[in-house]
């Protein structure tokens, strides 16, 4: 998205217990400054399922971006590991390996990223209402 966003946010948060509810806070707050409520349960559950893949992965600080471009808001978890993510074939009632499943039934699209240098980029885009319409 670059130099067509209309708008972009950053934070760097820790790999602590609180990191997920921190990266939910930050997502939401930014989602209503922008008047974009209808994303919010989306985007909070996409970046609760990155974060936490992030921290159990790299365990070392990552990078939480939203960008909202013409069409899409897009958002970013780096971390320094360079492991991409694997989407597992969990069973219904295995307690873990559906984060990614989530991620792509819920998102327009996701994918990876390998940064230079080491580290790797998982990101998720949500498909925005044409500017101008009703936005609740």
């Known amino acids: ?3 067509s966003a209309l708008w972009s946010h950053e934070t ?5 217990a609180v990191t997920a509810s ?11 400054e922008h008047h974009l409520l209808y994303l919010v349960e989306d985007v909070r559950l996409v970046v609760s399922e990155l974060v936490t893949n992030a921290m159990a992965h790299a365990q070392a600080p990552l990078t939480v971006t939203m960008q909202r471009g013409e069409r899409s808001v897009l958002l970013t978890v780096k971390d320094g590991s360079p492991s991409a993510p694997a989407m597992l074939a969990a069973d219904l009632l295995d307690m873990a390996g559906h984060g990614l499943s989530i991620v792509g039934h819920v998102s327009h699209d996701w994918g990876v990223t390998a940064a230079l240098g080491g580290g790797k980029s998982v990101w998720a885009s949500f498909a925005t ?3 101008g319409t009703a936005q609740r």
Do not use: T
């Open 129 to 131: 209402r044409p500017m």
């Open 22 to 32: 921190k990266a939910r806070h930050f997502v939401c707050f930014h989602l209503v």
């Open 1 to 3: 998205m670059g130099s």
């Open 12 to 16: 760097v948060l820790p790999a602590e």
